[in-house]
Each structure stands twice: as C-alpha cells, then as structure tokens.
C-alpha cells in the first residue's frame, strides 16, 4: 500500500507558475514510478507527467516544456513545478503511484492516488 499527499495547489493568473508537492509513504518499492493526473468537472482524468524509479521522465504535450515533474529520494517526496500556467490548467491534480510498467496513457497502471489538490488559473 503506497500513501500519497499533495499539496502546494492554489490560485495564480495566467502566466504564472506553483509548485505541487507529493508526500509520499507506505510500501515503496525500488521500481515505484510516480506521476501527476488532473482532471477536470465532467471529464475524464488525464495522465501529464510521469518519472519512473531510473528517473527517465514523460510529459504529454499540453504540459511539455512548461511542467517539470522531480522527486527527492532523501524525503519521499514528488513535486511538479507548473510555469506559464494557462486558464486551461486549472483542474483537480492527483499525485499517482504505480510498478515499473506504468503508462501514463493507461492510467489503472496508477492504482494509488492521492486526494487531490485544486489549481485555479485565472486571466
């Protein structure tokens, strides 16, 4: 069982940047990949960034080139710094925990998630 709280969500304009963090605890195992969802009211929650256990990342173009997802091994924790925040961005993010074969594109590959934090951009 892998424990997942976020944190750092919040209101900023357009342009703007945050910072998500993820605690992380429970079982983690040496091949644990991490990733951040978001899902907006009435749509389905979406996959945007993943890093796996060797630290090789993946982004899904909407994100890519403004969202860089790291982790800090010493505390367990996954963070996502969003800049150029776009209205578009705003949406519930959900910090996701899954084994080595993880998919961003598959996301019961994440069975753990946490409860979320909010992100609102405004214009």
């Known amino acids: 069982q892998v424990h997942l709280v976020e944190s750092g969500g ?3 304009q357009a342009g703007g940047s945050l910072r998500l963090s993820c605690a992380v605890s429970g079982s983690i195992g040496s091949s644990l ?5 978001r899902q907006v009211p009435g749509r389905e929650r979406e996959g945007i960034t993943s890093i796996r256990s060797d630290g090789t990342t993946e982004y899904v173009d909407s994100v890519k080139g403004r969202f860089t997802i790291y982790k800090n091994n010493g505390n367990n924790t996954l963070y996502l710094q969003m800049n150029a925040l776009k209205p578009e961005d705003t949406a519930m993010y959900y910090c996701a925990a899954g084994g080595a074969w993880c ?7 994440f069975p753990y998630f946490g409860q979320g934090t909010q992100v609102t951009v405004s214009t």
């Open 33 to 37: 990949c991490l990733s951040w969802l």
């Open 103 to 109: 998919n961003l594109r598959f996301l019961p590959s």
């Open 10 to 12: 919040g209101s900023v």
